[in-house]
């Protein structure tokens, strides 16, 4: 893996936890936040809260466009939050 690389996955990871926990990264600027499958769902609060993530989000974090992740179940458990965060 280049530099480059590990530079933009790290980034990517920064804007996954920082759309589960606002305010807790301090996201590089000309940083923009995509499209992502907890925008307008219902669960969301309680995924931030209880850290909880679902299969749409996981799709999300490997990279996946919204038609992919967005035709896919969105029930949050905490063992997908622990298996994409280990946390």
Same mark, same amino acid.
């Given at each position: 893996?280049?530099?480059? !690389?590990?530079?933009?996955? $790290? &980034? !990517?990871?920064? *804007?996954?936890?920082? &759309?589960? /926990? %606002?305010? @807790? $990264? $301090?996201?590089?600027?000309?940083?923009? *936040?995509?499209?992502?499958?907890?925008?307008?769902?219902?669960?969301?609060? &309680?995924?931030? /809260?209880?850290?909880?993530?679902?299969?749409?989000?996981?799709?999300?974090?490997?990279?996946?466009? %919204?038609?992919?992740?967005?035709? $896919?179940?969105?029930?949050? @458990? &905490?063992?997908?939050?622990?298996?994409?965060?280990?946390?």
């Amino acid at each position: 893996m280049t530099e480059a !690389e590990i530079a933009e996955s $790290v &980034r !990517e990871i920064a *804007l996954c936890i920082e &759309r589960l /926990s %606002p305010g @807790t $990264v $301090v996201l590089p600027s000309g940083s923009e *936040l995509e499209p992502a499958p907890c925008d307008g769902c219902w669960h969301a609060a &309680r995924c931030r /809260s209880e850290r909880l993530a679902c299969a749409a989000f996981a799709l999300f974090m490997d990279g996946a466009k %919204p038609p992919r992740w967005s035709a $896919v179940n969105r029930t949050p @458990t &905490r063992t997908r939050f622990t298996e994409l965060l280990g946390a």
